[in-house]
């Protein structure tokens, strides 16, 4: 995840479904650490 690849699971015209890694926010907060929403926003 270090290198911003997502684990694409399943994927759809309507859903996504990826592997979460540990250790990862789901959303962005003040710390300014990549988070899944972004990462998945930019597959």
């Given amino acids: 995840m270090a290198d911003g690849k997502v684990n694409v699971i399943y994927e759809d015209n309507h859903i996504i479904v990826v592997e979460k ?7 962005a907060d003040d710390t300014n ?11």
Avoid: E, F, S
Wanted: charged share 20%; proline share 6%.
């Fill in 21 to 27: 890694p540990r250790n990862i926010l789901v959303q």
């Fill in 33 to 43: 650490d990549i988070d899944l929403l972004t990462l998945v926003k930019n597959y």
